[in-house]
Protein backbone atom coordinates (compact mmCIF):
# COMPACT_ATOMS: atom_id res chain seq x y z
CA UNK A 1 0.00 0.00 0.00
CA UNK A 2 0.96 3.71 -0.35
CA UNK A 3 -0.32 6.44 0.54
CA UNK A 4 -0.03 9.74 -1.12
CA UNK A 5 -0.96 13.12 0.05
CA UNK A 6 -1.11 16.40 -2.01
CA UNK A 7 -0.79 19.74 -1.33
CA UNK A 8 -0.01 23.46 -1.99
CA UNK A 9 -3.07 23.89 -4.81
CA UNK A 10 -4.80 27.08 -4.56
CA UNK A 11 -6.01 30.36 -6.73
CA UNK A 12 -3.17 32.25 -8.57
CA UNK A 13 -3.17 34.81 -11.00
CA UNK A 14 -1.86 34.24 -14.58
CA UNK A 15 2.10 34.37 -14.59
CA UNK A 16 2.35 33.35 -11.06
CA UNK A 17 3.20 30.30 -9.47
CA UNK A 18 2.75 27.46 -7.12
CA UNK A 19 4.63 24.67 -5.79
CA UNK A 20 2.36 21.81 -5.41
CA UNK A 21 3.82 18.61 -2.79
CA UNK A 22 3.14 15.59 -2.69
CA UNK A 23 3.50 13.19 0.80
CA UNK A 24 4.08 9.57 0.45
CA UNK A 25 4.17 6.61 2.85
CA UNK A 26 3.68 2.95 2.57
CA UNK A 27 6.06 1.46 -0.02
CA UNK A 28 9.87 2.14 -0.30
CA UNK A 29 9.41 5.90 -1.87
CA UNK A 30 12.91 5.76 -3.28
CA UNK A 31 11.96 2.97 -5.76
CA UNK A 32 8.76 4.52 -7.26
CA UNK A 33 8.75 6.26 -10.16
CA UNK A 34 6.29 9.62 -9.76
CA UNK A 35 4.26 11.50 -11.65
CA UNK A 36 1.68 14.43 -12.01
CA UNK A 37 -0.97 14.51 -13.73
CA UNK A 38 -4.43 17.25 -14.31
CA UNK A 39 -7.42 17.47 -14.70
CA UNK A 40 -9.73 19.90 -15.97
CA UNK A 41 -13.59 20.82 -15.64
CA UNK A 42 -15.07 18.48 -18.06
CA UNK A 43 -11.65 17.32 -19.78
CA UNK A 44 -10.51 13.97 -19.24
CA UNK A 45 -6.97 13.18 -16.73
CA UNK A 46 -4.19 14.33 -18.68
CA UNK A 47 0.10 13.72 -18.39
CA UNK A 48 1.80 16.72 -16.89
CA UNK A 49 5.52 15.38 -15.78
CA UNK A 50 6.85 12.25 -14.11
CA UNK A 51 10.46 11.51 -12.76
CA UNK A 52 12.68 8.74 -12.31
CA UNK A 53 13.58 6.98 -8.95
CA UNK A 54 16.59 8.99 -8.44
CA UNK A 55 15.35 11.93 -9.50
CA UNK A 56 17.89 12.32 -12.11
CA UNK A 57 15.36 12.24 -15.56
CA UNK A 58 12.38 13.63 -16.27
CA UNK A 59 9.72 13.69 -18.50
CA UNK A 60 7.21 17.05 -19.48
CA UNK A 61 3.94 17.22 -21.37
CA UNK A 62 4.71 19.20 -24.29
CA UNK A 63 2.04 22.30 -22.66
CA UNK A 64 4.49 22.83 -19.28
CA UNK A 65 7.91 22.15 -20.69
CA UNK A 66 9.94 24.82 -19.63
CA UNK A 67 7.39 26.25 -17.52
CA UNK A 68 7.18 22.92 -14.77
CA UNK A 69 9.52 21.23 -13.31
CA UNK A 70 9.04 17.87 -11.25
CA UNK A 71 11.73 16.84 -8.57
CA UNK A 72 11.57 14.79 -5.86
CA UNK A 73 13.17 14.35 -2.29
CA UNK A 74 13.51 10.61 -1.40
CA UNK A 75 14.87 11.64 2.35
CA UNK A 76 12.13 13.38 2.94
CA UNK A 77 9.49 10.79 0.68
CA UNK A 78 8.08 14.07 -0.97
CA UNK A 79 7.68 14.71 -4.99
CA UNK A 80 7.26 18.32 -6.04
CA UNK A 81 5.79 20.33 -8.93
CA UNK A 82 7.25 23.43 -8.76
CA UNK A 83 4.90 25.60 -11.52
CA UNK A 84 5.63 28.77 -13.28
CA UNK A 85 4.26 31.28 -15.98
CA UNK A 86 0.68 29.48 -15.25
CA UNK A 87 -1.81 30.43 -17.46
CA UNK A 88 -5.73 30.10 -17.47
CA UNK A 89 -5.33 26.70 -19.34
CA UNK A 90 -3.69 25.39 -15.94
CA UNK A 91 -6.36 25.16 -13.76
CA UNK A 92 -7.61 21.83 -12.90
CA UNK A 93 -6.97 19.24 -9.82
CA UNK A 94 -3.67 17.95 -9.79
CA UNK A 95 -3.18 14.13 -9.15
CA UNK A 96 0.00 13.04 -7.94
CA UNK A 97 1.05 9.45 -8.69
CA UNK A 98 3.26 6.16 -7.98
CA UNK A 99 4.04 3.69 -10.39
CA UNK A 100 6.24 0.40 -9.60
CA UNK A 101 8.47 0.63 -12.01
CA UNK A 102 9.55 1.85 -15.64
CA UNK A 103 10.49 5.50 -17.27
CA UNK A 104 9.31 7.64 -18.87
CA UNK A 105 5.76 6.60 -17.80
CA UNK A 106 3.14 9.07 -19.24
CA UNK A 107 -0.10 6.81 -19.13
CA UNK A 108 -2.45 6.74 -15.92
CA UNK A 109 -2.83 2.96 -16.91
CA UNK A 110 1.09 2.74 -15.93
CA UNK A 111 0.28 4.40 -12.12
CA UNK A 112 -1.35 1.86 -9.20
CA UNK A 113 -1.45 4.61 -6.41
CA UNK A 114 -3.00 7.54 -6.91
CA UNK A 115 -3.29 10.93 -4.07
CA UNK A 116 -6.53 12.50 -3.83
CA UNK A 117 -5.50 15.51 -5.74
CA UNK A 118 -5.32 19.39 -5.10
CA UNK A 119 -7.13 22.26 -6.94
CA UNK A 120 -5.24 24.48 -8.93
CA UNK A 121 -7.35 27.62 -10.03
CA UNK A 122 -5.59 30.22 -12.57
CA UNK A 123 -7.15 33.74 -12.95
CA UNK A 124 -6.89 35.75 -15.94
Known amino acids: QVQLVESGGGLVQAGGSLRLSCAAS????????MGWFRQAPGKEREFVATINTSGTRTYYADSVKGRFTIFRDNVKMTVYLQMNSLKPEDTGVYYC?????????????????WGQGTQVTVSS
Open 26 to 33: GRTFSTSP
Open 97 to 113: AAAPTGYPLYKDSEYDY
